[in-house]
């Protein structure tokens, strides 16, 4: 895992942006998974005003509510077409995001995992963490091998996500998520988490066990996961220094 702790958000997203920006440049067809919340707002908005070229690129969303339409203002697909893609030159049929609405909900996860094969697989996966340490919707004792499915979210996270919703009792408790071993296939998972609310999850998923209590320390197995933090996101690291002096020696060309 390669940790990279910038002073505040602002640059930590600039570091995220800039990456995304190359490999979009590098290969104008690549697969980008995608997430929501509050972490990528402004790495969508740096990404939007780099007038990057959108037009072969595939989109996968990690998650999506169940039981709310897209067109509700807090389902994930209102939130990427507001902060991206009605922005950018994407188009419509190469973006993806699971369907809330599906009649028949393992049938339309199944036929998620398809899509991701046939477009060749994710080349970078972009994750946020959620305070209990999930990674997309995979809560505490998912199992790391999971796929795309539904499940039902933690108390923790339905007091956390209440503020997109106005209060606690609004937020779905079901979702769809991709698992943890579909966001373990992608070539490259990129994780932003910032603030100290992050603090204790970031710890236990980079220097803690390997352990479903904590799904995103699944991402220890993965040969290429880049974690970027602000410096209050990083603050329960025990080995924030070490971190900070590998990234300060590294040449440029090795950096992301
Ligand atoms: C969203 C997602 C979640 C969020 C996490 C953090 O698509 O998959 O794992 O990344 O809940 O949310 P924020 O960024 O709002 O703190």
Same mark, same amino acid.
């Given at each position: 895992?390669?940790?990279?702790?910038?002073?505040?958000?602002?640059?930590?997203?600039?570091?995220?942006?800039? /990456?995304?920006?190359?490999?979009?440049?590098?290969?104008? !067809?690549? $697969?980008?998974?995608?997430?929501?919340?509050? @972490?990528?707002?402004? =790495?969508?908005?740096?990404?939007?005003?780099?007038? =990057?070229?959108?037009?072969?690129?595939?989109? /996968?969303?990690? *998650?999506?509510? $169940?039981?709310?339409?897209?067109?509700?203002?807090?389902?994930?697909?209102? /939130?990427?077409?507001?902060?991206?893609?009605?922005?950018?030159?994407?188009?419509?049929?190469?973006?993806?995001?699971? *369907?809330?609405? +599906?009649?028949?909900?393992?049938?339309?996860?199944?036929?998620?995992?398809?899509?991701?094969?046939?477009?060749?697989?994710? *080349?970078?996966?972009?994750?946020?963490?959620?305070?209990?340490?999930?990674?997309?919707?995979?809560?505490?004792?998912?199992?790391?091998?999971?796929?795309?499915?539904?499940?039902? &979210? @933690?108390?923790q996270t339905l007091q956390d996500n209440a503020r997109f919703f106005g209060s606690e009792s609004a937020v779905p408790h079901h979702v769809i998520t %991709?698992?943890?071993?579909?966001?373990?296939?992608?070539?490259?998972?990129?994780?932003?988490? /910032?603030?100290?609310?992050?603090?204790?999850?970031?710890?236990? +998923?980079? !220097?803690?066990?390997?352990? +479903? %209590?904590?799904?995103?320390?699944?991402?220890? %197995?993965?040969?290429?996961? @880049?974690?970027?933090?602000? +410096?209050?996101?990083?603050? !329960? &690291?025990?080995?924030? !220094?070490?971190?900070?002096?590998?990234?300060?020696?590294?040449?440029?060309?090795?950096?992301?």
């Open positions: 895992m390669e940790i990279i702790i910038q002073p505040t958000p602002a640059e930590a997203t600039t570091i995220a942006a800039r /990456f995304l920006a190359g490999i979009i440049a590098a290969k104008p !067809e690549a $697969v980008l998974g995608l997430a929501t919340g509050s @972490t990528p707002e402004a =790495l969508y908005r740096e990404l939007v005003s780099l007038k =990057l070229d959108w037009s072969k690129i595939t989109t /996968f969303n990690l *998650d999506e509510y $169940v039981g709310i339409s897209p067109q509700h203002p807090q389902s994930y697909h209102s /939130f990427m077409w507001e902060n991206l893609f009605r922005h950018v030159n994407v188009h419509i049929k190469n973006v993806n995001i699971p *369907d809330g609405l +599906a009649n028949n909900i393992p049938a339309s996860c199944e036929s998620y995992e398809r899509k991701i094969g046939s477009a060749g697989g994710i *080349d970078v996966q972009l994750l946020g963490i959620g305070t209990s340490g999930h990674i997309g919707f995979n809560e505490p004792t998912s199992s790391l091998a999971s796929r795309t499915r539904i499940k039902t &979210l @933690t108390p %991709m698992g943890i071993g579909t966001i373990l296939e992608s070539r490259h998972c990129l994780l932003l988490a /910032f603030g100290k609310k992050k603090a204790r999850a970031i710890a236990e +998923a980079v !220097e803690g066990p390997i352990t +479903a %209590m904590n799904p995103a320390s699944a991402l220890q %197995m993965h040969p290429k996961v @880049t974690v970027v933090l602000d +410096a209050e996101a990083a603050s !329960e &690291l025990k080995m924030q !220094e070490y971190y900070r002096w590998v990234y300060e020696q590294k040449p440029d060309w090795q950096k992301i």
